[in-house]
Structures are given as structure tokens and as C-alpha cells.
């Protein structure tokens, strides 16, 4: 292989953590670019998540209105959830998530997308699940002052793809699970089993948060 065909790895030279939460943590790499220079890279490094297409028989999909602080508004999201249980199985966090947000269950379970949000700046990778075969269950009480606020509603697949395109849905892994959910129901997508390999699930911050219990 000649020396043009040959891709740069761009190596980490070094690496120093700048603050850890209770959700994530931000460590700067000293990371050698081609041609020898060293560049710092801030990282966000995330938990990882899932969220659920909850899609029932008359083909509506479970949505929730939750308050976030970043923008300061409620958006319309999908049920999702932090990988912050450790050693949780994704699929179990998933449908715990579901009983918990949007109080349903599901016997059919598929994994729809894995998508990374912002891998500029972060390692944060999120797994959507397509979930059918509905049933309603109770919903524990909120622990979190958020969640007692959500409301749980459904929307008709197609109303939801409008309101993605028109900007009313606006949360990145909400449209694309809807755009996805959309493309699965008609048949111009296949999603995958349930246990399919997840090649970008972060794992930084968890090993991080075992070694602070450890210590």
C-alpha cells in the first residue's frame, strides 16, 4: 500500500478529564493530526440512551410533552431514557422506559436506529427501538420533577412525519425515529432484531463512573 492510499488514525497523545457529573463528564485529548500537529479535542462523554417508537395497532405513535431547560420549552419527544443502570441491558432500559414515561408495554420489540446526535463534540449514541403490540400498564410515580410534568398523547404516524417537516417536532432522535417508524410501515425499511450489534455505544463514562465507585 503506497503512503497516499494509507488513512490517518489521529492517535491520542494525552488526555486530561475537566469535569464530571452525575450524566457526563467533559475531558480534553490531545489528538495528533495528519501531517504531525497536535490539536485539543473537548468530548462530551454520555452515558448513552434509547428511546421507543411506540407504534400501536391503528398505527399512532406514543409521543410525550416534556419541559426541557436547555430551550426552555416543552417539546414533543418519543419515551427515552439515560443507559445509567449499570450493567442494564439497552432492551431492558427500553422497556422500562416505556412502562415508566408512557405507561405501555410491548411483546414486539425491534431495533429501529442507532443514531450519534453530535459526534463533534460527543460520544453520545442513542438506540431507538420500534415497539408494537401494545398493551397499557401503570405508571410508577415520577422520582424526577420533570417527569411529573410530561403528558402522554398519541399521534397518527403520518400527522407525526407533518409535524417533523412543518418543525413542530424538533428533537433530533425524535425526527429521526418518526422519519425511520414512517419508512418501516411502508415497507422501504427493514429494522433489525432486538439485539443487534450496537457499534458506537459509548462506554467512557461508564467505565469511568465504575472506577470513582471502585475508589
Known sequence: MSTADQRHDFPVRGSRLIYQGRVMAVRADQVEMPGGRVARREIVEHPGAVAIAALDADGRLAVIDQYRHAVRRRLCELPAG?????????????????????????????????????????????????????????????????EADLRVGWLPLAEAVRRVLAGDIVNAVSVAAVLAAHAVVTSVGVARPMHAPWTDRPTAFAGREAKSFAD
Do not use: C, H, I, N
Open 82 to 146: 439515560l443507559l445509567d443502570m449499570a450493567g442494564e441491558d439497552p432492551a431492558v432500559t427500553a422497556a422500562r422506559e416505556l412502562a415508566e414515561e408512557a405507561g405501555l408495554a410491548a411483546s414486539q420489540w425491534s431495533v429501529l436506529l442507532d443514531l450519534v446526535p453530535s459526534p463533534g463534540f460527543t460520544d453520545e449514541s442513542v438506540r431507538v427501538y420500534l415497539a408494537r403490540e401494545l398493551s397499557q400498564v401503570p405508571r410508577p410515580e415520577p422520582d424526577d420533577d420533570e
